[in-house]
């Protein structure tokens, strides 16, 4: 029996968390002098009401291995003999490193055991290592094995591809997410920067006057981008506004192909912190980057075989 688990800041519904019995580690939140734990003492529309009435923008800090540890004995009590752990990004929390500090304190503690433990570090954030543990578990119940599993994890973490806009800069501008320049030229031209993830970091990728402009954006990228291969579900996800979840929902119905399933879902507690108001993001598989090694290689022996038919005709 396969297990999956995560850190929060994947952000998936607690419907899908239920369905497919994810693990879940949550990460700590801080702010007026006392610590939530993600999800559980505190959610995400009790948090952005608060927000707006807080001086200091709160802080956040990464599960506990002894948390990750918990998941995986429970795990095995139920039966579970294969673990997979699929994280946030390592370039923006510590989350991977205390989940590979419980793998390693597991084996410590149970030489000689039989369990698989494998952490994944998604290189994604929120709704990016969502996506990728949905489509995991969507895998899973097609049958692909623990080691498939892996190995699709593990070749198809970048081809996960994250938007996020916001409505309000000043979460990101306080959590170093951008700089103070970028931010005053946004906030005096009302321009929306849109970031995606760049080697596990935020980036900032385009710059849009408005949400119109913005949509437009992320439609054009997806239909630019989209592996209608790897892609069978798109995740929309929104901070405290889903209208406009919503309205990016019915623009991808309306003016692109794609007949896969659209899921709305709210960003927690944690990912909320930076990302402040007003946030949208969209994720999904783009093409190109499973397949960029493969193609070169396939160029190469091309070029290698042209090579032997020239020097033939040659002789």
């Known amino acids: 029996m396969i297990k999956l688990m995560a850190d929060s800041t994947c952000d998936l519904s607690n419907e899908i968390i239920k369905k497919y019995n994810i693990g879940v580690a949550p990460l700590n939140i801080m702010f007026n002098g006392t ?14 009401d608060i927000l707006p009435t807080l001086e200091e923008l709160p802080t956040t800090s990464m599960p506990s291995p002894e948390e990750y540890l918990t998941i995986i004995d429970k795990a095995i009590s139920e039966g579970y003999t294969e673990i997979l752990c699929i994280c946030m ?18 084996y410590e503690n149970n030489p000689g055991s039989l369990i698989k433990i494998h952490v ?22 097609q049958g692909y094995s623990f080691d498939e599993l892996i190995e699709f994890n593990e070749n198809n973490k970048i081809r ?12 990101l501008i306080k959590s170093g997410r951008l700089t103070n320049a970028s931010a005053f030229i946004g906030k005096l031209l009302r321009v929306k920067p849109i970031m995606t993830m760049k080697k596990g970091k935020g980036a900032i990728v385009a710059k849009e006057r408005g949400l119109n402009k913005a949509l437009k954006f992320y439609i054009d990228e997806f239909e630019g981008r989209i592996d209608k291969e790897l892609t069978d579900f798109i995740i929309i996800g929104y901070s405290s506004n889903i209208v406009i979840a919503e309205t990016l929902k019915e623009k991808i119905n309306k ?57 033939k005709i040659r002789k």
């Open 35 to 48: 610590t939530y734990k993600d999800k559980i003492d505190i959610t995400a529309d009790e948090f952005f």
């Open 89 to 106: 990004s390592s370039g923006t929390s510590g989350s991977y490193q205390s989940a590979e500090l419980a793998k390693s304190y597991f």
């Open 120 to 141: 994944v570090d998604s290189l994604s954030m929120s709704h990016g290592s969502g996506w990728l543990i949905l489509k995991t578990a969507r895998l899973l119940e």
């Open 160 to 171: 996960v591809k994250h938007f996020l806009c916001v409505d309000d800069l000043n979460n």
């Open 255 to 311: 003016e692109t192909d794609f007949d896969g399933e659209i899921y709305i879902m709210q960003m927690g507690v944690s990912v909320g912190t930076h990302v402040g108001l007003g946030g949208l993001s969209m994720f999904f598989g783009e093409k190109g980057h499973l397949k960029d090694g493969l193609v070169k290689n396939e160029i190469k022996s091309l070029k290698n075989k042209t090579d032997e038919i020239i020097e």
